[in-house]
Structures are given as C-alpha cells and as structure tokens.
C-alpha cells in the first residue's frame, strides 16, 4: 500500500483517487477551494463531471496542501495553466524522497515548457514522472479497462510508478521519451480541437481520417525537431491519444470544436465548454512552428480560426490545395514534409 495524494479535485484527480483507493492505497485528494471538496463531501461523488460514480469513503479530502508531506507518490491532476502555482506551493511542505507525477497536458504559457520541466523546476529536489495517454476520466472512475504510459528520464521511477498503480483495468507502460510523450499528450489537443469544427462544419469520416493521420505527422515532425523519437508517436500517447481525443465526446477540445465549426465564435466555445486545453496549447504549437522552422498546416489554419477570425469553411479550400506533396519523403522537391 503507497500513501498517496493527488492534487486537484476535479475530473481526472478524482477518478485516479478512486481506483487508488479500488486498489488498496491510501489516498488523500486536495483542492484549494473549499466549495469542490464540501460538494464531494455532502453528496459523496463529483456530480458535475463524474455523475454515478461513488468517492470511497476511504478517500481523505483536506484543502490544506501540507498534506503532501510524507507521501510516496504526488499526483497532480490541475489544469496546465494552474500547475506551476500548484507545485511551487507544494514545494515547500513535501519531502525529497516524494516521487511526483504530473498528469496535465499542455506547455506552459509563455515559456513553453513541458510539464515535466515546470515541475522540476519548482520541486528541484524530487523525482518526477509523467503520466499520459488515452483515459478520459469518466471512463477511468468507472473502471473500464485503460491503457496509459509513465515516462520518466530515470527508469526506477517509471517502474515504481509503474508497479504503484497498474491493476486489473489500468495498464500502464514505460516510455523513456519524456518530450516525445508529453508533446503527443499535449498537441492533440490542438488536433481534437481541428476534429471538432470538421464534425462541426458536416464533414464526413473521410475527413477525419485524413485530419487525423495528418495531424499526427505534424506533431511528429515537431516533436522529432525537439528531440523526440519517431516511434513515440506510434504509441499510447501519440495515435492513441489523438484517437480517443477525436472521436469521443467527453473531449472537451472537440466539444468545443464542434461548437466553432457550427458557427459559434471561439471566445463563446471556450467559455461554454470549460477548461480547453487545445486553445491555448494551438499558440503554443504555433510559436514553436514557427521558432524552428516545422511545418504544421492544421495547427496553422486552426490558429487563423482562433486568434484572427478566419471563417472555419475557409480552412478547408486551404488544406486541400496545398501545393502536392509525397506523403512520407521528408524532402521530396525540396520540402521539408
Ligand atoms: N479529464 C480527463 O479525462 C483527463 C485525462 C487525462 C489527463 N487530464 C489532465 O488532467 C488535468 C486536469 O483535468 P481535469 O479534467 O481533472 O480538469 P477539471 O477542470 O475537472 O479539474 C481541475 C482541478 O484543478 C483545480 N484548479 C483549477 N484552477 C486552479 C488554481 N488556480 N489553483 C489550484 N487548483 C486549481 C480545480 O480546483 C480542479 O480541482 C488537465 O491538465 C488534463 O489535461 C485530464
């Protein structure tokens, strides 16, 4: 049995909280506002996102983040925007032997950090890992089986992280490419988010399909201009996300897409879906586009949807009548994909 607390009280923190405790851990979830933990406590369940599924009452819920002191494994399950304040109040009660695992997806606002990198940045004497891959949270509360990858630049961490939380419905596999797994759990959010306003404009599977495939070779050919490894992208947290991302509807990225390619302005998409974590990370993967030089024409056509009032119909002309291109030389006449 590890002593575990997760941060963060919302959909994710909570469905890993509940199958820690399935599995016989001891588990402490924190959040920094009282009104989320009261609400669990008097109703016994997350209503608002994880309606039906139960928090044992095995599960300690506490505000006060001293509580991270002398756990085994430091969760974090908040919003990327939120994640460096979080640690960096965590930094100052948890212990060095601590291992922490941060689960959100997304790059830093401003300085384009991976979130493996703002965590050790605020916790410099911990260890960290990074948990990432297919698993909508409704899903994994509710026990149905999931597979996800840990990836850690030190290996014993990974296997503990590894041997912690695997059970029966949750799988969990090694990756030692931490860039290449946090840049394929974070950019297809900008491609769930493209997936969106292609259901949302009427088109078809075929469409998808290509947005899709297309999709992962640009966040490949970003992440390989990083430092990641090809095959990452292959894996759990590259297609396997992007899959889960585009085609369900508890993604609030295409959720939101949907709304935009129906006609409803980006601002009030966002505002009426919640936290979409493509929004913010389609300039993030613009920037870094452009700061090295890579090519990444949905992430491109998205961004002139979002941030400069491009009509969503437009986009589609635009993709389509791109000058032809070999599908997988990298320099066929000259261009780079
Ligand atoms: N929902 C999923 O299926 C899922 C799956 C895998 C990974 N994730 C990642 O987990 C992270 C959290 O997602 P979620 O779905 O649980 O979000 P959520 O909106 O349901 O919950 C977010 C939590 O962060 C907390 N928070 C918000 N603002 C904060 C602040 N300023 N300071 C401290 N805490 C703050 C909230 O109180 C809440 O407890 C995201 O980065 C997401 O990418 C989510």
Same mark, same amino acid.
Request: some cysteine.
């Given at each position: ?195 969106? +306003? ?8 075929? $469409?998808? /399909? %290509? &947005? !899709?495939? @297309? ?89 002139? +949807? ?8 437009? $986009?589609? /002309? %635009? &993709? !389509?009548? @791109? ?15």
């Amino acid at each position: 049995m590890a002593k575990i607390i997760i941060l963060g009280s919302g959909g994710f923190g909570l469905s890993i909280a509940i199958m820690c405790a399935n599995a016989g851990h001891d588990v402490t979830v924190w959040s920094k506002f009282r009104d989320e933990i009261d609400a669990i406590e008097r109703t016994g369940e997350l209503k608002a996102k994880l309606p039906g599924v139960k928090v044992p009452p095995e599960v300690k819920l506490t505000t006060d983040i001293s509580e991270v002191r002398d756990k085994d494994l430091v969760i974090l399950g908040i919003p990327t925007t939120f994640c460096r304040g979080v640690c960096e109040e965590a930094a100052q009660y948890i212990q060095s032997e601590s291992i922490v695992v941060n689960t959100a997806k997304g790059l830093e606002i401003g300085t384009l950090k991976t979130m493996s990198e703002v965590t050790k940045e605020s916790m410099p004497k911990n260890r960290v890992a990074i948990l990432t891959g297919p698993s909508h949270a409704e899903e994994l509360a509710r026990g149905v089986p999931t597979t996800i990858v840990v990836a850690s630049d030190d290996r014993e961490v990974s296997y503990y992280v590894q041997n912690t939380l695997s059970n029966a419905n949750f799988r969990i596999y090694v990756n030692d490419d931490v860039i290449g797994c946090e840049l394929g759990g974070s950019l297809k959010n900008v491609i769930a988010l493209a997936a969106g +306003v292609c259901d949302g404009l009427g088109l078809g599977d075929n $469409t998808k /399909a %290509a &947005l !899709m495939t @297309r999709g992962i070779r640009e966040i490949s050919a970003l992440g390989i201009a990083m430092g990641a490894q090809s095959d990452t992208f292959g894996g759990l947290s590259g297609i396997g996300d992007l899959i889960v991302t585009c085609c369900s509807m508890h993604s609030r990225n295409r959720r939101a897409g949907i709304l935009i390619g129906q006609g409803v302005s980006p601002d009030e998409a966002v505002e009426r879906v919640g936290t979409v974590e493509g929004y913010t990370c389609t300039k993030n993967a613009y920037e870094l586009s452009h700061r090295l030089g890579v090519e990444m024409p949905i992430t491109e056509q998205l961004y002139a +949807v979002l941030f400069e009032g491009l009509d969503p119909k437009m $986009t589609i /002309a %635009a &993709l !389509m009548q @791109r000058p032809k291109k070999n599908e997988t030389e990298k320099d066929f006449l000259g261009e780079s994909k």
